[in-house]
């Protein structure tokens, strides 16, 4: 039976093993660890954990350098490739990632798996294996049998991530909740001794009154898959509007903003624009799908196979938009591109919307250059056939048109008069609705948008 093994209080906190030192990973390591904790973060990559064992953090998201080199400093946070120093932690959280499978709907698994069976040659009685990653329902109860037959004395939790990239340090500090998925739903002893632990590792969080759920293995699974598709549906279906919008030459963005002060809406995830990318949402509709059909109820989910195609189809829009405006063709064009993360404060390109259209217009013919605050790096090596710029100004010089495509604060305030003498053409599409089209056009621009009037 799972027992809370007994441990002095110390003012290095709770020992913890963080598995994973992606951007869940290495966000929740250094959280914790600002949060009192001894961190000990492990990866199979060397590069990475060499970047952040000298502080520096392998991706960009804002806050996280400087709480690096703040609980580094501490001697509390330490990055390694040894599994085996995950021997005598009292909690190890696994946050690996679950990609798409090639060619399938479905979660790839073998990373997760990969983690757990390496853990568990060092996992003793006493000990809690938590899950963050968002995987498949019946996971949990998978890994808790593994976990069993390793070791008895040791017990398996599911504490999903709700991070949103951007805020994420923010997110883990500050979390609007707490799900525990323990055995029984806490209900059995071991469920009890599983949340007793959880809840000394979130002990300033739930001092300061977030609310905590505790449940069974199965919803905790659900939670983060459910709320993910409620949030691509929302996103999806305001874009459904703005397609008839631009049908009707109504707005859409109006229209947004009049259902959204029906409290039942809200007005949050109603922006209309170029739709969802990331290493979430897409993947994890998705995947939710395809486990819907393994367990016999794949027509409960049919409608997420709509909100994927309402997202993919605004990509297609923003390109033949592009050309409508370029005379009919893309082939010769000069095409500036403002944006290739999948959304501001970050340097993810996976799945994104911007990076997609840039590639789409580049293949009809259009002479493509991209700037971005943070992602150039990563989109240079995912697209390397279009042209990238530092600046905005490099970027938008003799352009046929310019399209933004992410809406960073420094592309939001961009004054029209600033960049009016760089153009060929003073042609802008906004992807993201996220300007005044009054100001654009009184400066002599055209102004397009998806789902907005002509003019």
């Not at 199979?44 to 970047?51: F, G, L, M, Q, T």
């Not at 056939?385 to 600046?391: G, L, P, W, Y």
Request: charged share 25%; aromatic share 6%; hydrophobic share 45%.
């Amino acid at each position: 039976m799972f027992s809370q093994r007994s441990r002095a209080a110390t003012v290095r906190g709770m020992r913890m093993t963080v598995i994973g030192c992606g951007y869940l990973g290495a966000v929740h390591a250094a959280c914790m660890a600002e949060l009192g904790h001894e961190v000990i973060g492990i990866d199979v990559d060397p590069e990475k954990v060499a970047a952040l064992q000298a502080a520096r953090a392998p991706f960009f998201e804002p806050g996280l350098p400087e709480l690096l080199e703040r609980t580094m400093a501490t001697g509390r946070l330490r990055f390694t490739t040894d599994m085996a120093e995950a021997a005598g932690s009292a909690v190890h959280f696994v946050c690996v990632g679950t990609p798409q499978k090639r060619g399938e709907f479905a979660a790839d698994m073998k990373y997760v798996d990969s983690a757990v069976d390496a853990l568990l040659e060092h996992v003793g009685a006493g000990e809690l294996v938590v899950g963050k990653s968002t995987v498949p329902v019946g996971t949990a109860a998978r890994l808790a049998a593994k976990v069993a037959v390793r070791e008895p004395g040791a017990a398996l939790a599911w504490n999903p991530e709700f991070l949103r990239e951007g805020h994420a340090v923010e997110d883990t500090l500050t979390p609007d909740r707490l799900v525990y998925g323990v055995e029984g739903g806490a209900e059995t002893e071991r469920g009890r001794s599983a949340k007793a632990l959880l809840d000394e590792v979130y002990a300033t969080p739930l001092k300061r009154g977030t609310p905590l759920i505790v449940t069974d293995y199965q919803t905790a699974e659900l939670v983060k898959v459910a709320a993910n598709s409620f949030l691509a549906t929302k996103i999806s279906f305001i874009n459904a509007m703005a397609e008839l919008c631009e049908k009707v030459n109504a707005d859409v963005t109006q229209l947004a903003d009049a259902i959204g002060h029906d409290d039942r809406i809200g007005r949050k995830f109603l922006n209309a624009g170029l739709g969802f990318g990331g290493g979430c949402l897409p993947k994890d509709i998705r995947a939710f799908m395809a486990r819907a059909g393994e367990l016999g109820a794949d027509q409960t989910l049919t409608f997420l196979r709509e909100v994927d195609s309402i997202n993919m189809r605004r990509r297609i829009r923003m390109v033949d938009l592009a050309r409508e405006v370029c005379d009919g063709s893309l082939i010769g064009k000069r095409v500036a591109v403002l944006g290739a993360a999948f959304k501001p404060l970050s340097d993810d390109i996976r799945d994104s919307p911007a990076l997609n259209v840039a590639a789409q217009i580049r293949l009809q013919g259009g002479d493509v250059v991209l700037t971005d605050p943070a992602a150039l790096d990563n989109a240079r090596k995912s697209v390397p056939d279009i042209s990238f710029a530092e600046t905005v100004e490099d970027t938008v010089r003799g352009a046929d048109v310019v399209l933004l495509l992410t809406e960073w604060k420094q592309y939001r305030d961009l004054e029209p008069a600033a960049i009016s003498g760089l153009v060929k053409e003073k042609r802008i599409l906004d992807g993201r609705n996220a300007l005044d089209p009054a100001r654009w056009r009184a400066a002599g621009w055209t102004y397009r948008a998806l789902g907005r009037p002509r003019a």
